[in-house]
């Protein structure tokens, strides 16, 4: 049974560092690896999307890598500004025949200003 | 292009009693699943549709049932709620048409059991 594993839990920065978030996953037969963005009572925004043969995938400030042979993921947040904070959330999807999305706990990250 | 749609936005249910909730997915999005999050629990997988056939479930007792319409739309049910019930249920499209799985999640379902 797939487990993933967010660290940490929660990160409190200033404006304009840049960022790491973990997402660690122990099967590694997965067919894609997604990190997505949830505001408080809010649904999901789907941020990157990783498939298995790649290694990363970048949008705009936001830079996403994904070892499968060690079973992890980082998203990497340049130049944080306040509108980033939020919970960023990675799940992995499953390579089987039962392809469903196992999500982590998740970070919750403050970006003061 | 019109995001993943859920009604209603917010629930109010007492114990007991049962519960539909309707999701509409990205136009020529045949996938749809279902995911209860819950402050303790997180995100948990209850149900996967794809051409009105559910193809995968989670861990989730009976209660919990779901299917899927022609048009794709979705709608899911609890019967008899408990307390524990109490959580944002999201819905997520996926295309499922090329190789992407891409998964789209709506705004959610704020159900609340008293």
């Known amino acids: 049974k797939q487990e993933v594993t967010q660290i940490p839990a929660a990160l409190s920065v200033p404006e304009g560092e840049n960022l790491v978030l973990n997402c660690s996953f122990t099967d590694s037969a997965i067919y894609n690896l997604q990190w997505f963005r949830q505001d408080p009572g809010k649904g999901l925004t789907s941020l990157l999307l990783?498939?298995?043969?790649?290694r990363e995938q970048t949008s705009g400030r936001l830079n996403a890598s994904l070892d499968k042979s060690s079973g992890r993921s980082t998203l990497y947040i340049a130049a944080s500004q306040p509108g980033d904070s939020a919970t960023y959330l990675c799940?992995?999807?499953?390579?089987?025949?039962?392809?469903?999305?196992?999500f982590g706990s998740g970070t919750q990250l403050t970006v003061l200003p | 292009k019109a995001g993943v749609t859920q009604t209603p936005r917010y629930l109010i249910k007492t114990r007991g009693q049962q519960v539909t909730l309707s999701c509409s997915p990205i136009?020529?999005?045949?996938?749809v699943s279902w995911y209860q999050q819950t402050p303790g629990q997180g995100l948990q997988f209850l149900f996967e549709y794809f051409s009105e056939t559910q193809r995968n479930k989670g861990n989730f007792p009976g209660r919990f049932s779901g299917r899927q319409f022609s048009n794709s739309r979705s709608e899911m049910n609890v019967s008899t709620l408990e307390l524990g019930d109490s959580a944002l249920y999201l819905c997520?499209?996926?295309?499922?048409?090329?190789?992407?799985?891409?998964?789209?999640f709506g705004p959610g379902t704020r159900l609340t059991v008293t």
């Open positions: 990783i498939q298995s043969s790649q």
């Open positions: 799940a992995s999807l499953s390579s089987g025949s039962a392809r469903q999305l196992t």
């Open positions: 136009s020529g999005h045949r996938s």
């Open positions: 997520a499209s996926s295309p499922l048409a090329g190789v992407s799985y891409e998964q789209y």
